[in-house]
């Protein structure tokens, strides 16, 4: 198998981390697509010096989960919603040929987030068109998952992380200069968390999914498309 996620920054891909661990440790390939490099998320580093940063941060994070990593160079915080970046991110997934995608929700209100979430559905619907000449093969994703963005409604889809909740955390840890200096450092500001810790922000989320669907710690998300309804001869318990 092998899994796709289409994000916007880099530490996008952390609200999966387990998932991509589980996935990576099985022997399924998991590739990390960012569509910045996030120079806009600091305080203090001006974009040029924190750019390099993210790069390194991104490259240890998704070594650290077993994944591939592949950036793009649109600018932090003016994501297009553009015909250049659905055809970039259909000629990606053209090549790595995924099962399934994990993109972000139109919940968030962050608006490279809402670019994103529209360039990957487009660029989902690119890809598969035989006569859309991007280089390489028309290709169909069978799956198309969001992150889930509300920790306290019942989401499609639960994955259980408990066994490599730790591995999620370390990827986190990866990320510095956002988990760290951006977010648990940002107070009251609109991007900022309300706590000091982002290890145990991270187990208090994933202990409230886990606690949907009977399991210590969980990561959830939602279909774009609900399974086909299968009709069966007999109901299952």
């Not at 999966?16 to 600091?42: Q, S």
């Not at 991007?134 to 963005?149: F, H, K, R």
């Not at 000091?196 to 998300?221: K, L, N, P, Q």
Request: aromatic share 8%; proline share 5%.
């Amino acid at each position: 198998m092998t899994i796709l996620l289409i994000g916007a920054h880099p530490d996008d891909e952390i609200s999966a981390g387990g998932t991509i661990t589980n996935h990576t440790r099985a022997g399924d390939r998991v590739v990390v697509l960012t569509a910045t490099k996030g120079g806009m998320g600091h305080r203090t580093r001006p974009t040029h010096e924190l750019i390099p940063i993210r790069e390194k941060e991104a490259a240890t994070a998704a070594k650290t989960m077993g994944a591939e990593l592949r950036m793009l160079d649109y600018p932090d915080g003016n994501v297009p919603v553009s015909t250049d970046l659905v055809n970039e991110i259909a000629r990606h997934i053209r090549d790595i040929r995924p099962d399934i995608i994990i993109t972000l929700s139109d919940e968030t209100f962050h608006p490279d987030h809402d670019a994103i979430h529209h360039c990957a559905l487009k660029a989902y619907y690119a890809a598969s068109l035989p006569l859309l000449t991007l280089g390489l093969p028309a290709w169909d994703v069978p799956c198309v998952l969001y992150y889930a963005e509300d920790v306290y409604r019942k989401h499609d889809l639960y994955v259980d992380i408990t066994d490599t909740i730790d591995t999620k955390i370390a990827a986190g840890a990866c990320h510095a200069s956002q988990y760290t200096e951006w977010l648990a450092e940002g107070g009251s500001s609109i991007d900022g968390w309300d706590y000091t810790s982002f290890d145990e922000a991270f187990r208090r989320e994933c202990r409230i999914y886990g606690g949907h669907c009977g399991v210590m710690y969980a990561e959830a998300f939602d279909y774009m498309r609900p399974p086909a309804p299968r009709a069966l001869k007999l109901l299952k318990g």
